[in-house]
């Protein structure tokens, strides 16, 4: 390893890792996190959720199949660190349309490989989710320890949602469903989702106000994932409580603890949160259980849910937080995990047509919702 190829990760808990840098040589400050997906690496890196992370692949070879034009999850990766054991420098796949490694340096995002990745997870679990550094270059003792100090007195992104969010309003037209995306950091496999069933969508900035949402009179509202903590975002709490009962609502990820928040419930961090494409699922009306993927720190807290009018729907299998909730008076409902996938398995992807199908219902019986019938509990 010659000296230039040299790049520590350095923990706050005073770990120090030495590795190998590939990607840009920049150095990055962020919450170092696992995901155990064996694949996906390319919509993992650009899904916006991830803005301020460090990402750490249990999944011991990276970049295999290189990075393509179709598998992004944003324009560009909003990542901010990749650690990994081993990574591809020949990428072989008939989509692949470059390496790993270029594709991190063109856009300035540092990797860090030879690292003890199952270590570095085993530290996770048994400590929580941690501030890191990547830096790359040859480093005496002393200039660690001073990285450390810096490190240390780093103080926590807390805007995320503004800086991921799109700045402007957008239109992607359909013929059916008129649907408004409040995007917090939305996938493009939500979107995908939505304009694969010939909805109406128009993407709207993450502060977009109840008022602005109803001018445009859509039939359902979907509450994109995002970054963050979401107490973090509360221009989201007075929108949803203003269109809450009037429009129908779907929530995913963050879109789902914003939901929990705005009825009155709490959310809370996570030891180590949930990140991968197989956390088991169960629905607790059909009692079935399905795989999903997943991408959270903060959960929602099911003890505070009990003055609230939400009722818990999912819960996960190997810890039983709370996975989906509904309304019991209003046609909304929310998921913690992503029925998008993208990368990760469908099992849920039927979720979106119950979106389609509560907006249906609510055009249906609006009048006898106004009436007082209740149809949602
Ligand atoms: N994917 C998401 O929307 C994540 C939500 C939130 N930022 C969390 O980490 O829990």
């Known amino acids: 390893m010659n000296k230039a190829e040299k790049a520590y990760l350095i923990l706050d808990d005073g770990t120090i890792f030495q590795g190998k840098s590939f990607g840009s040589d920049q150095t990055a400050i962020g919450e170092v996190v696992f995901n155990t997906g064996m694949t996906g690496y390319q919509e993992v890196l650009t899904d916006p959720s991830y803005c301020g992370q460090l990402i750490t692949m249990t999944y011991p070879l990276i970049g295999n199949y290189g990075v393509n034009m179709d598998d992004y999850e944003a324009i560009i990766p909003h990542a901010f660190g990749f650690i990994v054991r081993e990574h591809s420098d020949y990428p072989s796949n008939w989509r692949s349309e470059g390496s790993i490694d270029q594709w991190l340096k063109g856009h300035g995002i540092p990797g860090i490989s030879n690292i003890d990745t199952r270590m570095l997870t085993?530290?996770?679990?048994?400590?929580?989710?941690?501030?890191?550094?990547?830096?790359?270059?040859?480093?005496?003792?002393?200039?660690?320890?001073?990285?450390?100090?810096?490190?240390?007195?780093?103080?926590?992104?807390?805007?995320?949602?503004?800086?991921?969010?799109?700045?402007?309003?957008?239109?992607?037209?359909?013929?059916?469903?008129?649907?408004?995306?409040?995007?917090?950091?939305?996938?493009?496999?939500?979107?995908?989702?939505?304009?694969?069933?010939?909805?109406?969508?128009?993407?709207?900035?993450?502060?977009?106000?109840?008022?602005?949402?109803?001018?445009?009179?859509?039939?359902?509202?979907?509450?994109?994932?995002?970054?963050?903590?979401?107490?973090?975002?509360?221009?989201?709490?007075?929108?949803?409580?203003?269109?809450?009962?009037?429009?129908?609502?779907?929530?995913?990820?963050?879109?789902?603890?914003?939901?929990?928040?705005?009825?009155?419930?709490?959310?809370?961090?996570?030891?180590?949160?949930?990140?991968?494409?197989?956390?088991?699922?169960?629905?607790?009306?059909?009692?079935?259980?399905?795989?999903t993927s997943q991408n959270h720190g903060y959960a929602v807290n099911e003890q505070a849910l009990s003055g609230t009018r939400l009722k818990v729907t999912h819960t996960a299998v190997n810890d039983k937080t709370v996975e989906g909730l509904k309304h019991l008076d209003h046609p909304a409902f929310s998921v913690q995990f992503h029925p998008e996938a993208t990368p990760g398995p469908y099992d849920s992807n039927e979720l979106f047509d119950r979106f389609i199908n509560l907006m249906d219902q609510h055009k249906l019986h609006i009048t006898e919702q106004k009436k007082g019938a209740n149809q949602y509990a």
């Open 122 to 291: 085993k530290k996770i679990r048994e400590q929580g989710t941690m501030k890191g550094m990547i830096v790359s270059g040859q480093k005496s003792d002393v200039e660690l320890l001073e990285l450390l100090e810096e490190l240390k007195v780093t103080k926590d992104l807390k805007d995320q949602v503004s800086r991921v969010s799109t700045k402007n309003a957008f239109h992607c037209p359909g013929q059916k469903h008129r649907v408004v995306l409040v995007d917090y950091g939305c996938k493009a496999g939500i979107l995908r989702e939505l304009t694969n069933r010939h909805c109406d969508v128009r993407v709207v900035p993450y502060d977009t106000t109840a008022e602005e949402i109803i001018k445009l009179n859509p039939d359902g509202i979907l509450l994109s994932n995002g970054p963050g903590d979401p107490k973090d975002v509360p221009e989201a709490l007075a929108m949803i409580n203003g269109v809450l009962g009037k429009i129908p609502l779907f929530g995913i990820c963050l879109g789902h603890q914003l939901f929990a928040l705005a009825c009155g419930g709490d959310t809370v961090k996570m030891k180590f949160g949930h990140r991968g494409a197989n956390h088991p699922v169960l629905d607790i009306e059909a009692d079935l259980t399905m795989m």
